[in-house]
């Protein structure tokens, strides 16, 4: 696929080990649809029976299937569309799973000082991306400040198990943790059925837990970006990292986009400006022990640009990789704890 810029950099694949033998247990294996991505589960334990695949594979089909009732925007009828359609003050009872990410949505949104905000989809849908019929187009000034008197993490009220918002058309939009979230809870549904070494992966987020086949680390290959715009169209050293109970998340600017008078804009929303992210940071990769966290902070990345995004990760000592293009130069600044991962 032709784009002003390819990354490849969200393609991630488990790395062979020459370590196994032929005649050695292999993976036990489960893959599908979920949130509008491909899911991917890999284990091995003592019994790996195709009775235990089937069972594994129905508990994680469950887990997603709930989930996708809960977050999903694109469907009408899921708890989020319903608050998305409330009135201002309504009450909305919050499960233990909707309640859970928001509170987790805020944690992310104080720690990055607003970077990260779950009540952009107002903002997103004016600028043509998530579930619109609009076109994609740069908005007005006018458009823009109309609906930020609406989006924002002040208009929502948590307490306990309910959920108000202030405004009639604040909505949530979780597209930027719920794939973290999700990998989290197929996690724990593994733990639960005695399941201690695995891998699983939805939409390129991944978490890991135990060891491979052979005894060794998770070893998780990334593909970096190919810049088009760059006469030789330079490749990036592949990065590998290593991973044993770490969740690895990356967000960037590949996936939706539009191209207009010349500039590139992503649809990752600056939650204080209200305006399309211009490329500048094109991919942000972090580690950490919360997959739905490292969702989040990777979004969040992005929104800062590339300065503020490296101060952040340096400051709050983050395991974080960022790719920025600017000036027709791409850069990769990586922290000293994500180079530990590295091999």
Same mark, same amino acid.
Request: aromatic fraction near 8%; charged fraction near 20%.
């Given at each position: ?8 950099? +969200?393609?991630? %694949?488990? !790395?062979?080990? *020459?370590? &196994? ?5 292999? $993976?036990?294996?489960? #893959? ?17 029976? +195709?009775?235990? %695949?089937? !069972?594994?594979? *129905?508990? &994680? ?5 709930? $989930?996708?009732?809960? #977050? ?272």
């Amino acid at each position: 696929m032709l784009r002003i810029i390819q990354l490849l950099f +969200a393609f991630i %694949v488990l !790395e062979p080990s *020459s370590a &196994i033998a032929n005649d050695a247990p292999r $993976l036990a294996q489960v #893959f599908g649809r979920t949130m509008g991505n491909a899911y991917y589960v890999a284990w091995h334990s003592e019994k790996t029976s +195709a009775e235990q %695949v089937g !069972e594994v594979r *129905s508990h &994680i089909e469950q887990r997603l299937h709930a $989930l996708n009732l809960s #977050f999903s925007n694109w469907n009408l009828d899921s708890d989020i569309s319903r608050f998305n359609q409330s009135g201002a003050l309504q009450a909305t009872k919050l499960n233990p799973d909707l309640q859970k990410i928001l509170l987790q949505s805020k944690n992310v949104h104080q720690l990055s000082q607003g970077a990260f905000d779950v009540t952009l989809g107002p903002l997103v849908k004016l600028w043509g991306f998530g579930p619109s019929n609009r076109q994609r187009s740069i908005p007005t000034i006018e458009e823009i400040r109309n609906v930020q008197a609406y989006t924002g993490m002040q208009h929502l009220i948590i307490e306990g198990d309910q959920l108000y918002k202030d405004h009639p058309a604040t909505e949530i939009d979780l597209s930027a943790i719920a794939k973290g979230y999700a990998v989290d809870e197929v996690s724990k549904q593994l733990t639960s059925l005695g399941i201690h070494n695995f891998l699983i992966e939805i939409g390129g987020e991944i978490t890991t837990a135990g060891y491979a086949l052979d005894q060794q680390n998770w070893r998780i290959k990334i593909e970096s970006p190919v810049v088009k715009e760059q006469p030789t169209a330079k490749v990036l050293t592949s990065y590998r990292l290593h991973l044993s109970g770490e969740s690895v998340a990356t967000s960037g600017d590949y996936r939706n986009f539009f191209d207009q008078d010349g500039a590139h804009y992503s649809h990752i929303i600056n939650p204080i400006t209200g305006r399309s992210v211009l490329r500048d940071v094109v991919s942000a990769t972090v580690i950490a022990d919360d997959c739905a966290i490292a969702d989040g902070l990777a979004t969040s990345l992005i929104a800062m640009g590339t300065d503020k995004a490296i101060s952040f990760a340096q400051q709050h000592q983050l395991a974080a990789m960022i790719i920025s293009f600017q000036q027709g130069k791409i850069s990769v600044f990586e922290t000293p704890k994500f180079k530990r991962f590295e091999r």
